[in-house]
């Protein structure tokens, strides 16, 4: 299994970044998937998460109306569109998968089964 996040960069206050997640070794549409950042010296934090359907889709407070998380079955890969970035939006930000029927909660690091190799993002003040 493997999950390649991919898409981060360096950006200014109020810019955008898109990034991907995209999966192999898995049956994508079997797993639900979330976007989780670590930033430095902190413990990595959920920041968006969906459903395998995309029909449920939420996020933490500090990302809720400025970053979308969406998903393409048919290309394995899961999105996460970051608009009106902040300074304390820098982080690695890393994708996990969650096998569909799982007790985890989605919301926490230890939920998810898979992690890929994570993608820096930097946003200049």
């Known amino acids: 299994v493997q999950l390649q996040a991919s898409g981060g960069g360096l950006v200014q206050v109020g810019g955008f970044l898109n990034l991907s997640c995209a999966a192999s070794?898995?049956?994508?549409?079997?797993?639900?998937t979330a976007w989780f950042r670590q930033a430095p010296g902190k413990e990595r934090e959920f920041v968006g998460g969906?459903?395998?359907?995309?029909?449920?889709?939420f996020y933490s407070d500090d990302v809720k109306g400025r970053f979308t998380v969406s998903r393409d079955n048919a290309k394995n890969t899961m999105y996460l569109q970051m608009n009106s970035l902040k300074p304390e939006d820098t982080a690695v930000y890393y994708c996990?998968?969650?096998?569909?029927?799982?007790?985890?909660?989605?919301?926490?690091?230890?939920?998810?089964?898979?992690w890929g190799k994570g993608t820096q993002v930097n946003v200049s003040s």
């Open positions: 996990g998968a969650q096998r569909d029927q799982s007790p985890m909660p989605m919301n926490k690091e230890y939920g998810m089964e898979y």
């Open positions: 969906i459903s395998w359907s995309g029909d449920k889709i």
């Open positions: 070794g898995l049956t994508f549409s079997a797993y639900h």
